[in-house]
């Protein structure tokens, strides 16, 4: 095997861990990246490898009976798995020359949530969500109070009926008008638990197939019109015969899709004759999503602002403000040096602005010549200037092309900023901005490990502080803590390297300091995709603070244990809460949050730091106030549980863990 042949196959490799966890994660409601970024992933494989048992595998599937959300887990009858998507008409049309269709079954795609109806006999008896593609929540009773759910057919059929359960826009903007996503709401409200709401949802019908009968349907047209001829609200289907005129439809309907009754983001193309066996793939070959273009806008690049994080100098680029999703924008991340060169870009070039996933703005490219007139060019064109020399040291930057940073270990700023973190990461709120500064700039704390020689004598003499406020801020700095390899390594500001980051990196067998240390460039860029920069900075971040962290793991002299540990990783089969998520907000009595946040990681929980959808659960000990993250997780449909609640559910967690194996594996699949 040649060099490039084993560079290709460890990138097949490393593709394929990366789109089978991202799938699990966007099936679990807690998608990690946005769908345009997990687009690329997936065509680079399919490109790389197109025999890839990921590219033509049928889902991700699980054997659940009941999830810790309480809704019953049900298997589908279609397959609900994802689709190619084409962003423009020349990818379209690439896809059409490739399929070889003549004509094309278009549909409104809609803005929704999937929802799988499961006829018996004709009778409704489940409705169950999209879940992992294969497996989904029984939520059977809010559909019932859905519209246009029929209750019985006027055929004895028995098989799956697919749509999405869609928000009217009249009630959206009548009941939820300060929410800009009618989708999210969507999915929230019909898991509610008490159903509360789903009398304002609709299910919109496109999709339907008989069990074990694969010729139920003649073709994709029959299926369409037996659907309406059921009582089924159908998406708006349309037959094209040629490629020129799906592209004129797609614009057609982009133009008014602001005065549709519901929210739509593009058409469904798809094959008139229906194939079974390409129905049942993760991504169908013969249909895809025809997305509408993003929303643009152009403006003129006037400043490029360069943020300083650690070693790190990240440009930012400051633009005329532009209305883009409902938000006024002026700001951007430009990323890197690379980004900069590869647009040519400049102060005073005309740029085209988007929103990414409708949330980060991102300056797309250069705009076309002529798309603003001459009158916005207030000044000529200058060269964007790359620092050269750390403001804080004077060492020479170095430009990486993806990252321009300061290589000098001992520099200031990389150290001051490495305190800050740590403090941050183990949540030291005793320990101020103001004082660590002070004992950063007379000397006395320069390492992580010279917080734990302070003593409440010493600090008495900073500016503001007394023996009563000493003694609390030592005694917080010296409270024993036993932290996961992920936060110890976290707390220690390798560049770009965060929390999550090592959680996946311990998840793939690193879950030791020791192996950590053992691992090469080539291990760590084999996991998650991580790629090779990455593992990089990674290793010689750990060759780096080397030192620092045995310092930190050693006992002072006098004592018999250290005061920071580092937890050994926990069974497989303990991480009873693995797949969910929690955010915490507001205080706690019986604990601090980062102490509940290590309680639930223990056990293989996310943690997140905004109310975001799929969210498990939000902690609050005020569960009934108007906050605007428990108003956003009322809107989403997501339980917002008390700190008692939250007690309760660890210990019927941790009781469960006692179990015989196989009723823990009946309760937490």
């Known amino acids: 095997m040649t060099r490039k042949d084993k560079t290709a196959l460890e990138r097949q490799k490393t593709l394929e861990i990366l789109i089978l966890k991202y799938q699990k994660s966007y099936y679990d409601g807690e998608p990690e990246i946005s769908d345009d970024e997990f687009d690329i992933l997936w065509d680079e494989l399919k490109n790389l490898a197109p025999d890839s048992d990921v590219i033509n595998r049928v889902g991700v599937g699980s054997d659940a009976v009941f999830g810790i959300d309480g809704f019953p887990k049900t298997r589908h009858i279609l397959l609900m798995g994802s689709q190619d998507k084409a962003a423009n008409p020349e990818e379209f049309r690439a896809w059409a020359i490739k399929t070889g269709l003549s004509q094309f079954i278009v549909q409104y795609k809609l803005d929704g949530a999937s929802l799988e109806l499961q006829y018996e006999q004709g009778r409704l008896v489940r409705a169950v969500t999209r879940g992992d593609g294969i497996t989904g929540d029984d939520i059977t009773a809010n559909a019932r109070r859905m519209a246009h759910v029929p209750e019985k057919l006027t055929l004895p059929f028995s098989g799956g009926v697919r749509g999405e359960v869609v928000m009217p826009r009249d009630v959206w903007k009548k009941k939820h008008a300060d929410n800009p996503n009618s989708r999210n709401i969507s999915s929230g ?68 899709r602001d005065s549709l009754p519901f929210g739509i983001d593009g058409l469904v193309v798809k094959d008139i004759t229906i194939d079974m066996t390409d129905l049942r793939r993760t991504r169908p070959e013969k249909q895809i999503a025809f997305k509408f273009e993003l929303e643009t806008a152009i403006s003129i690049l006037r400043v490029v602002a360069w943020s300083e994080s650690g070693a790190t100098y990240t440009p930012i680029g400051i633009f005329d403000p532009v209305q883009l999703a409902g938000t006024t924008v002026q700001r951007a991340n430009l990323n890197n040096p690379d980004m900069i060169r590869s647009m040519d870009l400049k102060i ?53 092309g993806t990252r321009l ?106 879950d030791t300091l020791a192996k950590l240390r053992d691992a090469s460039v080539e291990d760590l860029a084999a996991v998650h995709g991580l790629g090779e920069i990455t593992a990089k900075a990674i290793v010689d971040g750990l060759v780096e603070t080397a030192a620092e962290m045995d310092a930190v793991l050693s006992p002072q002299p006098g004592a018999a244990t250290s005061i920071i540990s580092i937890a050994d990783p926990p069974p497989e089969d303990s991480l009873l809460l693995r797949g969910k998520s929690f955010c915490f907000t507001g205080e706690l009595v019986s604990m601090k949050r980062t102490q509940a946040e290590e309680k639930v990681k223990v056990l293989g929980a996310s943690v997140k730091t905004s109310v975001v959808k799929g969210l498990s659960y939000l902690v609050t000990n005020t569960p009934q106030s108007g906050s605007a993250k428990n108003k956003k997780a009322r809107e989403l449909g997501i339980p917002v549980i008390d700190e008692q609640q939250f007690s309760a559910l660890l210990a019927e967690t941790n009781n469960t863990a006692s179990m015989k194996p196989s009723i823990q594996g009946e309760l937490f699949s």
Request: proline share 4%.
């Open 189 to 256: 409200i019909m898991r509610r638990k008490d159903g509360c709401g789903c009398e304002d949802l609709m299910f919109v019908a496109y999709d339907a197939a008989a069990a074990g009968d694969d010729g139920y349907f003649s073709d994709e047209m029959h299926k369409i019109q037996w659907l309406e001829k059921q009582g089924f609200q159908i998406a708006t289907t349309k037959l094209c015969g040629s490629v020129d005129e799906v592209i004129a439809f797609r614009d057609d309907v982009g133009a008014k």
């Open 348 to 400: 005073g070039s005309a740029v085209c602005v988007v929103k990414r996933g409708e949330i980060i703005p991102k300056i797309e490219k250069l705009a076309p010549e002529g798309a603003l007139p001459p009158s916005a060019f207030t000044s000529g064109f200058q060269e964007i200037t790359i620092p050269d020399r750390c403001a804080v040291c004077g060492a020479d930057l170095v430009d990486a």
């Open 405 to 510: 940073y300061c290589p000098n270990a001992a520099c200031p700023k990389r150290l001051h900023h490495r305190l800050e973190k740590w403090v941050s990461v183990l949540d030291i709120r005793e320990l101020g901005d103001k004082l660590l500064r002070q004992l950063f700039d007379k000397g006395r704390v320069r390492h992580i490990a010279d917080l734990y020689t302070l003593t409440a004598e010493e600090l008495a003499d900073y500016e503001r502080m007394g023996e009563l406020s000493s003694a609390k801020v030592i005694r917080h700095i010296q409270t024993p803590r036993e932290l996961s390899l992920a936060v110890f390594i976290a707390g220690f500001d390798l560049e770009g390297i965060a929390e999550t980051t090592m959680e996946k990196i311990a998840a793939a067998g690193f």
